[in-house]
């Protein structure tokens, strides 16, 4: 029998694990629930093995596509699907999108009126320290002058299922609610593991919520703009939803910019575009209202726009969603959402809220600390449940700041299963539905992204699902919207603005260093492998001379005597500054950000270095080494392909000069430390020719001079010869050629002359004068190597002054006077 | 009496701004008990961008943008006011102060608009300390407006007034353990006393017109800004009252702008972009009766 029918049939058996949780997939009476029957006939014969083979392709399509996550305070980790969707019957669907329709109308009501006339705090109807006492009330926009205090064009709710299958709020998420482009990355890749089942339930499908959304993006923008320019605001590619950023900005065409790329003049906000300023009319925001405004909000904030603000309240620019928004989220909201609504929209709330004490009454003190057991006990912001065990501490605290509390009974959680490595196993279920404004309304997405977490495990450990909501009929359009938009996607180029330069010279430089030190961990793996245990032989000194520049490239604090373990760290070892996992990192970060700006090929690249990576780190082999190495090399010259489509634009130009900057460094790295001290002919054959491997020019080498490997015939090859693309003349070249076509470029700006100097003192350079011998030292040939390194790092600073520069940071004007 | 205020303040840098950003609070605001004659600001160099607006608590606050490149930045405003001494209604002042705590008042229409100012804020933790230093003044049943009064006078008389003891971010802790501070920190200070009983009390910035020494002439751009505080009486008035001079507001005060805390109402804020490593800042204050 098929693992669905099983698990079902357990259920009806045995009643469901979690009792008396709703069990999504069969009722009390066990019986399939109506959604789960459809799904089953088609997917009912799906084993363990097909569907744990099913979730092993889930993996590699989304490692593909650099899906990842970043929980707080951690490192990026992959991005977690589930095979099995939540599936939910039209006919509850309809139940509940009108119960979201209405929450969002009531939120943005409730927004209203908190920064106009605060009927609601003047009626009573809300206390008015569960308002002001919040963070996310911000006093800058509640002002006379303010018209409206802006859209709510995207909500976000958190949900979840009590035992009679209802569905309950649990949060709202209006700050800047993440998670649509993670909910279209699991339909992308959950349509293409299971196109079948996909096909045959009839499911309503996402592509027209997105044109809704980029429509709802355009409606916000201040009347009169008919074609406005909206851009994304990203706390950077650090940040926890940096992928569902990226995702979004990339499928709705939006350029992804930082605080630095905006600037405010008269009011109103422009964005930097190749040294030009463009105004932009809507600002679709990821970044928590707080920081968006050094000057009236978080002084301390780097992410945010000085003067951002005023341009609201002037109407000159749209925040989406509001700067105001974050003072929904305020869980102290919710044991008034019933009376607010009768209030503000004169209809009965129709979706409940989880049961919620507020502190801020004497009375709700008494019954938090009379039911703290059963309770979860918060802070209003950041909402996050605090400990109580103590009933003194806890009394304490919530006597000090009565109305920054609350109590709310357990969330409640339907049941359905996930697949573990131990087969199926019932999970709770968070489900998060998103609504968009559209005209004087708001449209719930029908879909959304579910969650999964064992019993009792936090919820940033949880597993993420596929919502699918059956159409009642066939012939139902999706998403309910007749008139499909044509097709998504960037219909011109997202402009450079100064933080994509800046990201595409770095993805550039990581790419050659990164390169290079692949290359240098080949050929330090096939010496070890050979000489570890003869080190006194011309081998194992090579062997040392290679691995010491390794090192001093990437510095390992392990054995020196450990070639594997260290060689093994520099491919695994993301935290080892300099390795190669090191780069890789750098290198996703990068493309994460400019993911608007590049081939989805380039994700494919990472995919497969992190395959190649994963059999290392499960084999103990040493020769996995060299294997897993050699795979990364093949994937990271990949990058060449991805990098001969790009438009030959001002980008294109940076990430080439960026290439051809490391290249020059790597170079030197390399021949530096090799051919400074000579160390007898038999050692130095060995080491030069490790050399000519690692800057892979052993095979010209070899076909010019038959096999006689010398310093001079080493120096001309990988320095001075034009013809070589791994010589550092060529490096330089190309760099000049790249900088020439850069639109900052005059022929005489500072990063072009310091390239002419070297271009310069390369030409007087003859190989046997160079290589001149002071005992056992080349002195000449070491200055040399060490001034040709610093004059690099110089024109990579000057590109980045020159090209790439948003300017200083924002500082504060200085402290003004105290008084008497 | 009628005062001609100037209020200029200076900034130098050690390196071109080319960009600066800034919000001033330096236009009083009209009152019952303060009529606003004339009021302008001037900023040297020319901003590009100049606004005023009334903020949340209804303060003037003019927004400023200066894209010319400066390595000086002047911020002045001149204003002319007839102040007259607050006046209030005695018997709002003899109500026990337990009544005068919005909180514990919903069926005051208005007592809701108060709340704000009884909720502990950025600069002004409603630490334990101050709570007990205060409950010696706030006994049980006292008038509001002899409860306060006293506790300005025990903070006049166990504060020092001195310069550079604090700085305009200390906290109401490190008040409490210098035991001195500046016009703010006693603002500040009485703020956590009040509030933390549950009254609602703002911090106010101002000017004080100074008299000269008897027989000496009155030296111009002596004088400076200045702070007090006022709690909240449940009639809706406020009584203002200044612990650094020991005295209730009356005909010699100018009050500006009120908001939680220093932080709602400095005099000058902003963000510059710039290479410059250094910046010093010079204010100077005149308030000359006129008549």
Known sequence: MSVLREYAASVVEHGSAQDPAYDEIVDAEGTLRPAWRRLLAEAGDLSTERLAGVRAEIERLLADEGAVYTPPGEEPRAWRLDPLPLVLSGREWSTLEKGLAQRAELLEAILGDLYGPRHLLAEQIVPAAAVLGHEGYVRALARPSLGDPGPLVVTGVDLGRGPTGEWQVLADRTQAPSGIGFAMENRRVLSRVLPAVHRAVDLHRLAPFFGSLRTAFARAAPPGIDDPRIVLLSPGAGSETAYDQAFIAAALGLPLVEGGDLTVRDGRVFVRVLGRLEQVDVIVRRVDAAWTDPLELRGDSRLGVAGLTEAVRRGTVTVVNSLGAGVLENPALLPFMSAICERLLDEPLRLSGVPTVWAG????????????????????????????????????????????????????????????????????????????????????????????????????????????????????????????????????????????????????????????????????????????????????????????????????????????????????????????????????????????????????????????????????????????????????????????????????????????????????????????????????????????????????????????????????????????????????????????????????????????????????????????????????????????????????????EVHVAVGPAPRSLGFSGSGS | MRYRVRHRTTYTYDAPVANSYGLAYVIPRPLPFQRVDSAEVRIVPEPSDLRRDDDHFGNVVTYFQVTAPHTELVVESESVVDVRAPVLDPEALATPWEAARPLQRPDLPDSWRAVDLALPSTLVDQTEQAREYAARSLQPGRPIGEAVTELMHRIHADFDYRKGATTVTSRIDEVFSVRAGVCQDFAHLTLACLRSHGLAARYVSGYLATSPPPGKERVVGADATHAWAAVWLPDGSWLAVDPTNDQWLNNRYVTVAWGRDYKDVPPVKGIIFTEARGSTLAVSVDVAPVV
């Open chain 1, 361 to 800: 009454t004497p009375e709700g003190r008494e019954e938090i600390l009379d039911r703290r057991d059963e309770l979860v006990v918060r802070t209003i912001d950041p909402p996050f449940e605090i400990d109580v065990d103590d009933r003194r501490a806890l009394e304490s605290a919530i006597a000090e700041r009565p109305h920054r509390y609350v109590g709310q009974e357990r969330a409640p959680r339907s049941v359905l299963p996930v697949l573990t490595d131990a087969g199926l196993r019932p999970h709770e279920i968070t489900l998060r539905a998103f609504t968009i404004r559209q005209g004087s309304s708001h449209r719930p997405m029908i879909g959304g992204l579910a969650t999964a977490t064992e019993p009792g495990a936090p919820f940033r450990l949880g597993v993420s699902k596929d919502v699918w909501v059956l159409k009642e009929s066939p012939d139902d359009p999706d998403q309910g919207i007749d008139d499909q938009p044509t097709t998504l996607g960037p219909g011109v180029p997202a402009p450079q603005v100064p933080r994509v330069l800046d990201d595409l010279f770095w993805l550039g430089r990581h790419a050659e260093r990164t390169e290079a030190m692949v290359r240098l961990t080949i050929v330090t793996h096939a010496l070890a492998e050979d000489f570890q245990d003869r080190r006194w032989t011309p081998g194992g000194r090579a062997l040392d001379v290679l691995s010491s520049t390794l090192r001093a490239l990437s510095p390992w604090d392990g054995d020196p005597a450990d070639h594997e373990g260290d060689l093994r760290s520099v491919l695994l070892d993301a935290r080892r500054v300099g390795s190669v996992a090191h780069g890789v990192a750098r290198l996703q970060e990068l493309a994460q950000s400019l993911r608007d700006q590049l081939s989805p090929d380039m994700f494919r690249v990472f995919g497969a270095i992190d395959r190649a990576r994963g059999a290392l780190a499960t084999t103990p082999h040493a020769w996995q080494i060299g294997e897993s190495a050699g795979r990364i090399l093949t994937d990271l010259l990949a990058l060449y392909g991805v990098a001969a489509n790009m438009v030959r634009d001002e980008g294109w130009h940076l990430m080439e000069a960026g290439r051809a900057v490391e290249r020059g460094l790597q170079v030197c790295h390399l021949v530096g430390p090799a051919m400074t001290v000579q160390r007898g002919h038999e050692v130095d054959r060995e080491v030069l020719g490790a050399v000519l491997q690692a800057a892979e020019s052993a095979v010209t080498h070899r076909r010019r001079h038959r096999g006689v490997v010398r310093a001079t015939t080493v120096a001309e090859l990988l320095l001075l010869d034009e013809a070589n693309p791994r010589s550092l003349r060529h490096a330089l070249t190309t760099l000049d050629d790249r900088l020439a076509a850069l639109a900052g470029s005059s022929g005489s700006t500072r990063p072009e002359r310091l390239v002419d100097d070297l271009l310069d003192e390369l030409a007087r350079v003859e190989a046997p004068a160079l290589l001149a011998i002071d005992g056992d030292e080349r002195p000449n040939f070491a200055r040399f190597a060490r001034a040709t390194v610093d004059q690099l790092m110089r024109v990579a600073d000057a590109v980045a």
